[in-house]
Nanobody, 130 residues
Framework: QVQLVESGGGSAQSGGSLRLSCVAS????????MGWFRQAPGQEREGVAA???????SYVDSVKGRFTVSRDTATRTLYLEMDSLKPEDTAMYHC????????????????????????WGQGTQVTVSS
């Protein structure tokens, strides 16, 4: 079982920055994908960014060039550095993880398939004002 705990959300002005963190505990498969997903009220869940155990990264088009996903394997922490924030980035951000077969560890995760992720954190709210 994997437990995921997010932190770092809050309020920011348009154009500002925030950094989200997600600490993983429990058993984690050697090959995995970990990612960030967001959901605003009345909207569908959206994949934002993900990284595999081999370092393959994927981003949704709307955050490319503004957000950076990274991980620290020593502390089992996933990060999302969010720069140039926009009001449309306002949402609850969740960290999620899933094991991967060895053959896919080098392939960027499909962010549309959020339902494939087995483990989810409670989320951290990000609010961006104009």
């Amino acid at each position: 079982q994997v437990q995921l705990v997010e932190s770092g959300g809050g309020s920011a002005q348009s154009g500002g920055s925030l950094r989200l963190s997600c600490v993983a505990s429990g058993y984690i498969a050697s090959d995995y994908c970990m990612g960030w997903f967001r959901q605003a009220p009345g909207q569908e869940r959206e994949g934002v960014a993900a990284i595999t155990s081999a370092g393959a990264i994927s981003y949704v088009d709307s955050v490319k060039g503004r957000f950076t996903v990274s991980r620290d394997t020593a502390t089992r922490t996933l990060y999302l550095e969010m720069d140039s924030l926009k009001p449309e980035d306002t949402a609850m951000y969740h960290c999620a993880a899933k094991p991967l077969p060895l053959s896919l560890r080098g392939v960027p995760c499909d962010l549309d398939r959020w339902f494939d992720f087995d483990y989810w954190g409670q989320g951290t709210q990000v609010t961006v004002s104009s």
